[in-house]
C-alpha cells in the first residue's frame, strides 16, 4: 500500500497529489502515514486510493512523529502480551498462528499456549480442536504411565512438554518462534479460555476485552465495502 501511495504521489500527471515520503510498518498494521503540508493534501492522496478511506485520514500529534519513525526490535515480547507461533520447529506446526500469551511462569520468561492434542479416536491429518488438557484428562486417555509429575505437583510433563495443573502448555520464550509483534489479540473466546490461566494479569484481560470490544462495528463507524456491488463505497 505504501508503494502504492507513493507511486500516485509522484506521478507527474498528478501534480496535484503531492506527498515528499510515504511509509508503513508492520508493527503498526493497517496505517500508512505520508509526509505532507496540509491535511488536505493528505486527504486528497486517500481519495485516489481504492482501500483507503479519505474520512479516516488523522494528523499524527507533533510529539509523536519521532516515534513513527522509530522501529523497535520486531522480535521483543514483553511480559504479559499476546503473540502468534510461527509453527516451525519440532512439535509445534499443529499450532501455527495460534495465539498464545507472554508471561514470566517460575521466574522465566514463558510462552502460555492452549493445547491442540490429537487422541487416538481423530483421523490422521486432522487439526485438532484448541481446549485445555489438565493431568487427570491425559491419564484418562493416554494412561498414567505417559505422564509424569514435576515441580513437586506444579507442573506435569506429556510428550515433552511441560503441562500446568489446568491444562496449558508452557515452553520456555527462547524455545518458541514467534511471528513479529502485532498487537495481537486472542479470540473473545480463547480469551475465556486464558482467563483459567494463573500466569495472566487481571489487567492484561481487562485491556484484551477492552480492545477486543473496541474492534466491533458500531453506530457512528465509518466503514468501507470491500466486496460485492457496492464495493470501494464508504457508509
Not at 191 to 220: H, M, V
Amino acid at each position: 500500500m505504501a508503494f502504492k501511495l507513493l507511486s500516485r504521489a509522484t506521478h507527474p500527471t498528478h501534480p496535484e497529489i503531492l506527498a515528499k515520503s510515504v511509509f508503513a510498518r508492520c508493527t503498526l498494521p493497517g496505517r500508512v502515514y505520508a509526509e505532507v503540508s496540509t491535511l488536505a493534501q493528505a486527504t486528497n492522496l486517500a481519495a485516489v486510493i481504492q482501500e483507503l478511506n479519505p474520512n479516516a485520514v488523522r494528523l499524527v500529534p507533533a510529539e509523536d512523529m519521532l516515534a513513527r519513525l522509530q522501529v523497535p526490535n520486531p522480535y521483543s515480547f514483553q511480559p504479559q502480551s499476546w503473540a502468534r507461533i510461527r509453527g516451525t520447529g519440532k512439535g509445534w506446526g499443529v499450532y501455527r498462528g495460534d495465539v498464545v500469551l507472554v508471561a514470566e511462569v517460575n521466574n522465566q520468561s514463558s510462552v502460555v499456549v492452549v493445547p491442540r492434542i490429537s487422541d487416538y479416536t481423530m483421523k490422521s491429518g486432522t487439526r485438532p480442536e484448541q481446549a485445555l488438557r489438565p493431568p487427570f484428562a491425559l491419564r484418562a486417555v493416554f494412561g498414567s504411565e505417559i505422564v509424569s509429575n514435576v515441580a513437586n505437583g506444579q507442573m506435569w510433563t506429556f510428550r515433552g512438554q511441560a503441562f500446568t495443573p489446568e491444562g496449558f502448555i508452557v515452553s520456555p520464550l527462547r524455545g518458541v518462534d514467534l511471528m513479529r509483534p502485532q498487537d495481537d489479540l486472542p479470540s473473545k473466546e480463547l480469551l475465556d479460555i486464558f482467563r483459567q490461566c494463573p500466569s495472566l494479569l487481571e489487567d492484561t484481560y481487562l485491556k484484551a476485552s477492552t480492545n477486543l470490544l473496541n474492534l466491533q462495528i458500531k453506530a457512528g463507524d465509518w466503514v468501507k465495502v470491500i466486496r460485492g456491488d457496492y464495493q470501494g463505497i464508504f457508509g
